[in-house]
């Protein structure tokens, strides 16, 4: 019975693999200038994922759509991104969106409509993330 539910769940991860290649959107058209200030904001920002969940599926549409270019961290197929979730944001569940702040605290992001609607804002503009001052422009 074992092996039936494994290959089960074989199956269905190449289906959430399949549709996440067929179906991924397409990206928002910036100004170079404005595609620049999106890719150094989310230089802060690392999503703990895993390829073929369906949650970190949706969340990678949406930065897709919003062409934001987040680093990803796939924890199962990395021990040492695994480690760092479970030791340093609190348990090891993705999708997880790491926001490092200025002082060097992390803030954990856990739910996928959450982090979906933060990278949305981020996108809009309605939210900011300060840059380190080695990240930011020479005024």
Same mark, same amino acid.
């Given at each position: 019975?074992?092996?039936?539910?494994?290959?089960? #769940?074989?199956? /269905? *991860? !190449?289906?959430? /693999?399949? *549709?996440?290649?067929? +179906? #991924?959107?397409?990206?928002?058209?910036? &100004?170079? %200038?404005?595609?620049?200030?999106?890719?150094? !904001?989310?230089?802060? @920002?690392?999503?703990?994922? +895993? $390829? *073929?969940?369906?949650?970190?599926?949706?969340?990678?549409?949406?930065?897709?759509?919003?062409?934001?270019?987040?680093?990803?961290?796939?924890?199962? #197929?990395? $021990?040492?991104?695994?480690? %760092? @979730?479970?030791? !340093?944001?609190?348990?090891?569940?993705?999708?997880? @969106?790491?926001?490092?702040? /200025?002082?060097?605290? &992390?803030?954990?992001? +856990? %739910?996928?409509?959450?982090?979906?609607? +933060? @990278? !949305?804002?981020? *996108?809009?503009?309605?939210?900011?993330? %300060? /840059?380190?001052? &080695?990240? $930011?422009? $020479? &005024?």
């Amino acid at each position: 019975m074992k092996y039936f539910w494994m290959s089960i #769940r074989f199956v /269905l *991860a !190449q289906i959430i /693999l399949i *549709a996440d290649f067929c +179906y #991924r959107p397409k990206g928002t058209k910036r &100004s170079t %200038e404005k595609q620049n200030d999106m890719d150094e !904001q989310c230089q802060q @920002l690392a999503l703990y994922q +895993y $390829a *073929a969940c369906p949650f970190c599926v949706k969340v990678r549409w949406a930065m897709k759509r919003n062409n934001l270019n987040i680093e990803l961290r796939d924890a199962k #197929r990395n $021990a040492e991104f695994a480690y %760092e @979730l479970e030791n !340093q944001g609190g348990k090891l569940k993705v999708p997880c @969106l790491k926001i490092t702040h /200025l002082d060097g605290t &992390s803030q954990w992001m +856990y %739910e996928s409509k959450d982090i979906i609607a +933060y @990278l !949305q804002n981020i *996108a809009d503009g309605h939210t900011r993330i %300060e /840059l380190e001052p &080695s990240l $930011a422009k $020479a &005024s």
